[in-house]
């Protein structure tokens, strides 16, 4: 296998390194949305698993951020 003449051999580990943090983002967040799934109904788990699968940085990122804490926690009552 020969380098590529018109890219130096830094930008393929640069894009190797930022693909491995990719993926292992979205199989971190497919983890903890599958811990959480209880607390979510299927519609809901079913789109944060599309966003996570198919907004590569910001759909993991939003689920661990926003997603998780997100969750219902049972009814509400009113307050007098």
Known sequence: ???NPLL???YD???SVVTVVVVGL???ALVSLAR???GLTS???LLWVVVVLFVP???PLGWLAVGRRARPTGPVT???
């Open 13 to 15: 580990i640069v894009w």
């Open 8 to 10: 130096p051999s830094g």
């Open 57 to 59: 940085v910001l759909g």
């Open 43 to 45: 519609l809901q788990a």
């Open 1 to 3: 296998m020969t380098a």
């Open 26 to 28: 979205a199989i971190v």
């Open 78 to 80: 009113p307050h007098r």
């Open 36 to 38: 959480s799934a209880r």
